[in-house]
């Protein structure tokens, strides 16, 4: 048996993690997503580093990348999961994470979600409106539990990201004033199976500046104080995510995590509770690509499209947000560098990963990788023209396992059937 690497990188561009990605993709064909377990330990490492000294809890932010080894991987490392469905909730727990350090956030829990959480032990709920609040008091009660739950403070602050992906301002729709806050606090009487004793904060994703969310924590910490001072119970700040990173090179300046830990640990100084950071994209994001092969190249009127097997199915950030992702030709030759439009055979003018993209040149048949697509790749993929899901791989010092086989054809007709048994509402 061949010696297992212990480097990440086996030198080439055609490897990750030991292992060689053309040959992976003989293996387990093509679109195909593949994480670096040595890369997403490296990121826990990192942030478990910057916050020593602090009592911290890690709750990964499920949505950027759901895959159960994932999650099994950040149960290993200690963490604790942000869920925003029931569904997250389930892979958490089928993952191994302890449901104290689960943590269910979102606009839109419906009762059942809420009972189901509550029967699993959830450690907290994230409340982001009155009603949700009361809500909670309804289902709780009629359990015959008592749920501990924190307030999202929605702090006005501009993150400086992409629209859709911004989450603090006053127009968008997470969380609620500090006015608002305050009148929860001292209504807790009348909800006596919610123990309130959090705040929570989240400005956005993808958040390439300190300057933001410094403004959030010390708005947040100052209502904390100011809660505190009046006599209400603070036993937790959830501190949100957004830590952003780098899909440009030299366009993409990432904040330093030990920057933002400082700027953390300044906002929230003499503060006893607990802390929460709930990070997503900065803990899986680089450490995935997806491999894809040429189908062709076509020379139009006015472009040349080097046209791929993925497609926005299988990666949507490009079309939703019209992001940037590096793209590497693994052809391994010397070749003349051409301008391609990359796209996918989706049938969308907005299938496009890239426009005017300059390469080495592309044959048919030649492998691609699209990098840094570990959060938001797999995670928001469909079945958008009958294409089947595509398979999911880890690597790991040379070795790799498969953990979502490709989805065959049958299992998405599974659940479809012809209109025949007519029945009345």
């Known amino acids: 048996m061949a010696a297992v690497p212990e480097a990440d990188d086996c030198g080439e561009r055609t490897c990750v993690d030991g292992v060689d990605l053309e040959a992976l993709a003989r293996r387990l064909g093509t679109p195909l997503h593949v994480y670096s377990a040595s890369r997403l330990r490296r990121r826990a490492a990192e942030l478990r580093a910057a916050l020593a000294g602090l009592d911290a809890l890690v709750c990964y932010a499920v949505k950027a990348n759901p895959n159960v080894a994932v999650l099994a991987l950040m149960a290993d490392e200690g963490f604790g999961a942000d869920i925003v469905s029931a569904g997250e909730l389930r892979r958490s727990l089928c993952a191994g994470i302890a449901s104290s350090r689960i943590v269910f956030s979102g606009v ?7 009972a189901e959480a509550l029967a699993a032990g959830i450690g907290r709920f994230n409340v982001e409106s009155r009603d949700e609040l009361d809500l909670l008091q309804r289902v709780a009660r009629d359990r015959g539990q008592v749920a501990h739950a924190s307030v999202r403070v929605n702090p006005d602050v501009d993150a400086g990201t992409h629209a859709k992906i911004a ?11 500090p006015n608002e806050a305050w009148q929860w606090f001292a209504e807790h009487a009348h909800r006596p199976n919610v123990v309130l004793d959090g705040l929570h904060v989240h400005i956005g994703s993808q958040v390439l500046e300190l300057a933001p969310f410094a403004r959030a924590f010390e708005r947040i910490a100052v209502l904390a104080r100011d809660l505190l001072a009046a006599g209400h119970a603070i036993a937790c700040i959830d501190a949100g995510g957004g830590l952003g990173v780098r899909y440009r090179e030299s366009h993409d300046v990432p904040v330093d995590v030990g920057d933002y830990a400082r700027t953390l640990r300044h906002a929230l100084r003499g503060f006893g509770g607990r802390l929460i950071v709930e990070p997503g994209r900065w803990l899986v994001a680089e450490a995935g690509v997806l491999l894809t092969r040429v189908i062709r190249v076509k020379h139009g009127a006015r472009r040349r499209f080097l046209v791929l097997d993925a497609a926005m199915n299988d990666l949507q950030r490009p079309s939703l947000y019209d992001a940037w992702h590096a793209i590497e030709p693994l052809h391994g030759r010397e070749r003349e560098r051409v301008v391609y439009d990359v796209v996918g055979p989706v049938c969308e003018t907005g299938d496009t990963f890239a426009r005017a993209r300059e390469l080495p040149r592309c044959e048919e048949g030649d492998l691609v990788m699209i990098e840094t697509t570990g959060a938001y790749g797999a995670s928001m993929a469909s079945t958008y023209n009958s294409r089947p899901l595509a398979a ?6 040379g070795r790799y396992a498969v953990v979502r ?9 599974a659940g479809e059937q012809p209109a025949g048994d007519w029945q009345v509402a």
Request: proline share 0%.
């Open 108 to 114: 839109g829990k419906t009762a059942d979600e809420i």
């Open 167 to 177: 989450t603090g301002k006053a127009e968008n729709k997470f969380g609620v004033e």
């Open 392 to 397: 999911e791989a880890m690597v790991e010092r």
């Open 405 to 413: 086989r490709r989805q065959h054809f049958d299992e998405m007709l």
